[in-house]
């Protein structure tokens, strides 16, 4: 069936690091793709999307780039600051639906 | 004022009881979702509904059910409540368009 699988939490930074966080996806149609962001004690904000093959999601400086070759849509960012501590969570919307992967954890220290 | 409601933020009840989490949105869409989230495990889709007259199971519907009394309101009842019902509860709505989905701030369950 469908799925997500994101890297394992926690990921502790340093402010100004450069941020990586995996996910990978199966599916058997054409999902569009999503990362959402979840601050402590609030609901999921849309972060970034794609929509299909090789499009880049961009958004308050993260970027993933939708490749359909790896089934990847890996988070990025240049330089994190301590306000990006959060859970990231990656999804893909198939059939009006969104799959979740399990969320990780981002701590940026000062 | 927020796009998506959900009351209550909290609640704390016994094992047994029966229990409602309502929804509210004001973003004029026609799709409503219920996620529960538990650590680790992301979220899991409950139950979702496309227009009024349309209600889905999730992925893990046993145990809950929902009633979408109109466009813009979509609850979940938990009959007889278990402590592995014990998560955080989101709702969430979207157009049939983007398929962007956009979360209220949660019902935090307890159940004891």
């Known amino acids: 069936g469908d799925s997500v699988t994101q890297m394992e939490g926690p990921v502790t930074l340093s402010e100004e690091a450069f941020l990586t966080i995996n996910c990978t996806y199966t599916a058997t149609g054409y999902p569009s793709l999503f990362w959402y962001v979840q601050y402590p004690g609030e609901g999921l904000q849309l972060l970034l999307k794609a929509t299909k093959a090789d499009d880049k999601g961009s958004n308050k400086g993260f970027e993933a780039t939708y490749r359909k070759e790896t089934t990847s849509f890996h988070l990025e960012k240049g330089s994190v600051q301590v306000s990006d501590s959060a859970v990231y969570f990656c999804a893909l919307s198939i059939g009006g639906k969104l799959i979740f992967g399990q969320g990780t954890e981002l701590s940026v220290k000062p | 004022d927020a796009d998506v409601t959900q009351t209550p933020r909290n609640r704390i009840t016994k094992t047994g009881k029966r229990i409602m989490l309502e929804c509210s949105q004001t973003?004029?869409?026609?799709?409503m979702y219920w996620y529960r989230q538990d650590p680790g495990l992301g979220l899991r889709l409950i139950y979702y509904s496309f227009d009024v007259k349309d209600i889905n199971k999730g992925e893990i519907s046993d145990g809950y059910s929902v009633s979408r009394q109109a466009q813009a309101k979509f609850s979940l009842s938990l009959e007889s409540a278990i402590p592995n019902q014990t998560a955080l509860y989101f709702c969430?709505?979207?157009?049939?368009?983007?398929?962007?989905?956009?979360f209220g701030p949660g019902t935090r369950l307890t159940v004891t």
């Open positions: 969430a709505t979207s157009d049939s368009f983007t398929h962007e989905q956009y």
């Open positions: 973003k004029g869409h026609d799709r």
